[in-house]
């Protein structure tokens, strides 16, 4: 059982990596800026339902699905933000486009 929870938390380790990595490419010289919010660390511990609703207030114009596998946010989609919640459901992965 162990061995499942410390793969799961490298692949949320890599995952939050390959995020940060590249954002830190966007702001690069001759790279535009994203014109939409594509991350929400500030939902970080409120609810699936609650972050949901509050991606879907600030931008209708985006599918936004809840799941508790991980995985899910390897599969990019330009306009889909997927919520990863825990056993409880709370947001414990930043959202992400």
């Given at each position: 059982m162990m061995a499942g929870k410390s793969t799961?938390?490298?692949c949320?380790?890599?995952v939050l990596l390959a995020v940060l990595v590249a954002k830190g490419c966007r702001q690069g010289e001759?790279?535009?800026k994203p014109t939409r919010k594509d991350f929400w660390p500030e939902l970080v511990g409120q609810t699936g339902e609650q972050a949901k609703a509050i991606i879907e207030e600030e931008d209708p114009t985006l599918f936004v699905e809840?799941?508790?596998n991980p995985d899910?946010?390897?599969n990019y989609v330009p306009d889909?933000?997927?919520i990863i919640v825990n056993a409880e459901g709370i947001v414990f992965i930043p959202p992400m486009i």
């Open positions: 799961l938390m490298f949320c380790t890599l001759g790279i535009s809840i799941s508790n899910d946010v390897l889909r933000v997927i």
